[in-house]
């Protein structure tokens, strides 16, 4: 209730006529918090709307200086077409951020964030940063769309108050000689182009305290290989869709991975360039999707298996159906691919191909100790029928010895789902648990999912397993 009051207090003329026409009754409690408090609350909304708190009353009319949180965002002039170049709003914008950091207290910027898509003046932008860095931020959130290139304040890479640095630029990044984070703990970089390899290791491995990196489709093209080693590092995120060139480019830039305690790896992306988890033996939670394999699916393919065999070590493993075409597509590779002994849970993040669904039986074999496997998207509509023999083929007599739990979700209620949900009730000899969450399509038919319910409860027969069947609300 706090926000939404804070969110009200903006609007000049309603709050002026409440005040007005208070009764004794209708005491102002919110105003007689500490300052610490309020100024906490206004951290909550966008400048802007801190900074228009200050007509409610003299009471309110210098807090927002001492707002330790700084949220600066053009996105409202490209909201609407009409004045997406408007030079009049650009200029508002720009003397908006230099009046608020102008008229600032003394005080300490705790977060520090900027999205100048639009409107990006460099000598402008380079001051207001440098500001924020000079008041000791912790929290530095960076997003710059630029038409040439940009080079960041010196004193953003040599930094001992950092703690957070999220950086979106859509350039070549420049980086400084020397670099040095001794207290960042979460770094994220998205749409950067990284320059070399010397300076590009040296920003990745200059962080001794970081928990968190997550790359978000930054482009490797001008790099042959690096190392990446970050002994604190917990939880690396690498989303490689491509920003320049095409799905089918793959470069030959090998990134390797030395992270010893690194818990949480996902990985997403076209495998461009070689990602090689050279030592990363805690993973426990892992999640890989390779995107649709178009010219080059032979290429990926030792890649696919290689990133996959590097994380036998986990528990938990959420993988697409694209993926496992990317381990099967050449058939004298995937013998390569090793027993994943500590794996008990598997999801599938897509909906399941007919052609991937054999293949996703010879995985399965790889998982001695699974226990529980649910396919997150259900299956393909146009699944062929016609290949239950090939899927039976690929299933082994001794298959799944420790599944205990199967959950279909955004099932239809088709023949090649029941005969997918039969082969884990057939060969799951310890199955416990079957779950079948009916889809969302507005075409769902209750009749046949009532016949699929029956036909489903009838086969089972006497098998300890239990069955339950979830519509979606």
């Known amino acids: 209730m706090v926000v939404v009051y804070c969110r009200m207090m903006h609007d000049f003329e309603c709050q ?143 930094n001992k108050s950092l703690k957070e640095l999220k950086l979106e630029m859509n350039c070549i990044i420049q980086l400084p000689s020397h670099i040095s984070f001794p ?15 010397i300076s590009t290791q040296r920003l990745l491995c200059s962080c001794p305290v970081l928990q968190e990196l997550v790359l978000l489709d930054c482009e490797w093209m001008h790099l ?13 995120i690498i989303d490689d869709q491509p920003f320049l060139g095409s799905r089918n480019d793959i470069y030959d830039c090998k990134i390797n ?89 598997l999801e599938l993040t897509m909906e399941l191909e007919g052609h991937a669904v054999s293949k996703l039986m010879k995985f399965l074999q790889c998982l001695p100790k699974l226990e529980s496997v649910c396919f997150c998207e259900g299956l393909k509509p146009q699944l062929r029928q016609n290949s239950d023999a090939k899927i039976r083929e690929s299933v082994p007599h001794c298959f799944l010895p420790s599944l205990r739990t199967v959950t279909l979700q955004n099932c239809r209620g088709s023949e090649v789902e029941m005969r997918l949900l039969l082969i884990f009730l057939g060969y799951g000899s310890l199955l416990e648990k079957m779950n079948v969450v009916w889809s969302r399509s507005s075409s769902r038919d209750p009749n046949k999912e009532t016949k699929f319910q029956d036909q489903l409860q009838a086969l089972k027969g006497c098998m300890q397993c239990v069955l339950v069947f979830v519509n979606h609300q």
């Open 257 to 345: 991975i030395v992270a010893k305690n690194l818990l949480l790896f996902k990985y997403c992306g076209a495998l461009s360039s070689n990602i090689w988890l050279c030592d990363a033996p805690s993973v426990v939670h892992a999640s890989v999707n390779i995107s649709r394999l178009c010219k080059r699916g032979k290429l990926v393919a030792p890649r696919a298996i290689q990133l996959l065999s590097e994380l036998r070590h986990t528990s938990f493993l959420s993988i697409s159906s694209s993926t496992i075409e990317a381990i099967y597509m050449e058939d004298h590779l995937h013998h390569h691919l090793p027993d994943f002994q500590r794996l008990t849970d």
């Open 16 to 158: 002026k006529s409440r005040v007005e026409h208070m009764g004794a009754d209708e005491e102002d409690m919110i105003s007689k918090l500490p300052d610490c408090i309020l100024c906490q609350i206004l951290s909550f909304l966008p400048t802007r709307e801190a900074v228009a708190t200050s007509i409610l009353s003299t009471r309110w009319k210098p807090l927002w200086t001492s707002v330790p949180d700084v949220d600066f965002d053009d996105s409202l002039l490209y909201s609407s077409r009409v004045t997406f170049w408007h030079p009049a709003k650009v200029n508002c914008f720009l003397n908006f951020v230099e009046r608020v950091l102008l008229l600032r207290d003394s005080s300490k910027i705790r977060r520090f964030r900027l999205s100048c898509r639009v409107c990006f003046c460099p000598t402008r932008v380079h001051s207001w940063i440098s500001a924020a860095i000079n008041n000791n931020a912790e929290d530095l959130d960076l997003c710059l769309f630029v038409d040439e290139p940009f080079i960041l304040p010196h004193c953003v890479f040599d």
């Open 224 to 236: 042959n290989e690096i190392t990446i080693s970050i002994p604190a590092l917990r939880t690396l």
């Open 183 to 197: 207290c960042l703990r979460t770094l994220h970089l998205c749409l950067i182009t990284f320059p070399d390899e």
